[in-house]
């Protein structure tokens, strides 16, 4: 079993930043670890995925203004947002695969709003 606990989430402006902190407690192997969001009424996208040999994946629509980071030996992931944008506004949810047959793990999500 993978729990993963995100924070950091808040409401800024437009043009702020903003960090986000996953922390994965588990004894499982961690293959890769990602960000994902839910706006209102629109699906999970994906906006970074870092794989196990340190590849990351950046969505077009956060690239340039995201910075996704892992710490393999703490098990947590962070996500630096810049320059956000009202479209930036969802809740943001760390996922995790682990184990020696790959499952899925997702955590509760944090809430993100960009408003003036």
């Known amino acids: 079993q993978v729990q993963l606990v995100e924070s950091g989430g808040g409401l800024v402006r437009p043009g702020a930043s903003l960090g986000l902190s996953c922390v994965a407690s588990t004894s499982l192997d961690i293959h890769n670890m990602g960000w994902y969001r839910q706006a209102p009424g629109k699906?999970?996208?994906?906006v970074a995925v870092v794989l196990h040999d340190g590849t990351?994946?950046?969505a077009a629509s956060v690239r340039g203004r995201?910075?996704?980071s892992?710490?393999?030996d703490k098990?947590?992931?962070s996500l630096h947002m810049n320059s956000l944008k009202s479209e930036d506004t969802a809740v943001y949810f760390c996922n995790?695969?682990?184990g020696n047959t790959p499952l899925l793990y997702w955590g509760q999500g944090t809430q993100v709003t960009v408003s003036s």
């Open 43 to 46: 699906q999970r996208e994906v």
């Open 56 to 58: 990351i994946n950046y």
């Open 66 to 68: 995201f910075t996704a």
């Open 70 to 72: 892992r710490d393999k």
């Open 75 to 77: 098990k947590t992931l």
């Open 96 to 98: 995790a695969m682990a």
